[in-house]
């Protein structure tokens, strides 16, 4: 999933911002961030169809994205962050993108009632995903107030120079037109729309690596 109104740049992997300082998250990062993720995909059209009880949804985005760092990013790729803790892009490498059992039956938990629907999104995602070697975007998200600054994009930075020094595609699935639109800027393109049982769409997106870093 990705939520961001920043900038998003021009085709080669995105330089941090002037001030901008990035780092790797570690566990000692995971209560802020998680509460970060949360308030960033709090109005994402994808998240209130999966958790439609606007008084809970917080409350079960936190311990979602308490998940997702703890039992994935984490241990099985990277999550970069900004020194401020302002936002995180947690990617997994090539071979890595697939969810634990663990995590699966943990983050089932998080959507309640509303758990077949989880299911038949993550189902389709699951057969659309590439099996080529890539790296997987994940979660991408910003503090709605951090915004349009250019920090997601510049969060994505390490992990798209990555992809492009080694000759890697790059796969994340966009859940709004805008963030769609802003990812196509950085290089990535649509390899489909998905929607099952009247969710909003999502879009599929490959970015092929650039041949001027390779």
Known sequence: MIEDSAHAGQRQA??????LELRRAGDEDVHRLKAVLAAAFYEDPIIGWLMPDERSRQR????????ELRHIALVRGAVWTSTDLSGAAMSNPPGAW???WRAFLLEGQTFGLWLPRAA??????????PR???????????LPEMQGRGI???LMGPTLERCDREGLPAYLEATS???????????FRPTGELRVAGSPPLW??????????A
């Not at 995105?14 to 001030?19: E, L, M, S, T």
């Not at 079960?60 to 998940?67: N, Q, T």
């Not at 037109?177 to 290089?187: I, K």
Request: charged share 25%; hydrophobic share 35%.
């Open 120 to 129: 038949r999104l993550s189902a389709a995602m699951h057969r659309h995903h």
């Open 204 to 213: 599929p997106m490959l970015r092929s690596p650039s041949p001027r870093a």
């Open 152 to 154: 997601g994009s510049a």
């Open 132 to 142: 080529r070697p890539h790296c997987y975007f994940r979660d991408v998200g910003v």
């Open 177 to 187: 037109e805008r963030s769609a639109a802003l990812y196509a800027r950085l290089g």
């Open 60 to 67: 079960r985005l936190r311990r979602f994205f308490a998940i």
């Open 98 to 100: 697939r969810h634990p």
């Open 14 to 19: 995105p330089r941090p911002k002037a001030g």
